[in-house]
């Protein structure tokens, strides 16, 4: 047998470090379904006398749904969690899928909740957003793919809803939170 065959993992044993990476992502994901949701109530109470009641509504019924996806997909994993490495690629697969569509959740909230002209709720919105991702950086740290997954399409979005609103403090917000984003 060559080298890299006697060096490549088995169909029947995968990567352990995958396997740790992902029990330690779906270990730290209840506490960020309570925080998500926790950010959420409060941003969209704190937004509500800036934001039309259609807009408010259609982000929480958004982050709403991710938000329970990503509950059922973690009592899936209770219920199935294996107690040995196989199948561990499909189940990284399943939580990365799940972060994506929460910062997409999350980034849709910079269109929709973003008022036009109001810094106050404008810097509170980034505020949060800002937390959020720096959250997102210290649980998702063991997997760099969930982690860009989730930063880029939530800050992305508020960088270019800054970019769009001109004048010297968005101009700062904008170059502030690319900053973030890249470093």
Not at 10 to 30: D, G, K
Not at 94 to 112: H, K, P, Y
């Amino acid at each position: 047998q060559s080298m890299s065959q006697d060096n490549a993992p088995s169909s029947r044993q995968e990567n352990p470090l995958l396997a740790e990476q992902t029990r330690l992502l779906y270990a730290l994901l209840p506490s960020a379904l309570v925080i998500n949701t926790l950010l959420a109530l409060i941003l969209a109470g704190v937004q509500a006398p800036e934001i039309s009641a259609n807009r408010l509504l259609a982000w929480l019924i958004l982050i709403g749904a991710v938000l329970l996806a990503r509950i059922a997909l973690l009592a899936a994993w209770s219920r199935n969690s294996p107690h040995h490495a196989t199948g561990i690629a499909r189940w990284i697969g399943r939580f990365r899928a799940g972060v994506i569509a929460n910062g997409i959740a999350w980034g849709a909230g910079a269109w929709l909740l973003f008022p036009a002209g109001d810094i106050l709720h404008q810097v509170f919105l980034a505020f949060v957003l800002a937390g959020i991702s720096a959250g997102a950086i210290t649980s998702l740290a063991v997997d760099r793919l969930s982690m860009l997954g989730f930063l880029v399409p939530t800050l992305v979005p508020l960088i270019a809803r800054f970019s769009l609103e001109g004048g010297e403090h968005s101009t700062a917000m904008t170059v502030m939170v690319a900053l973030f984003l890249l470093f």
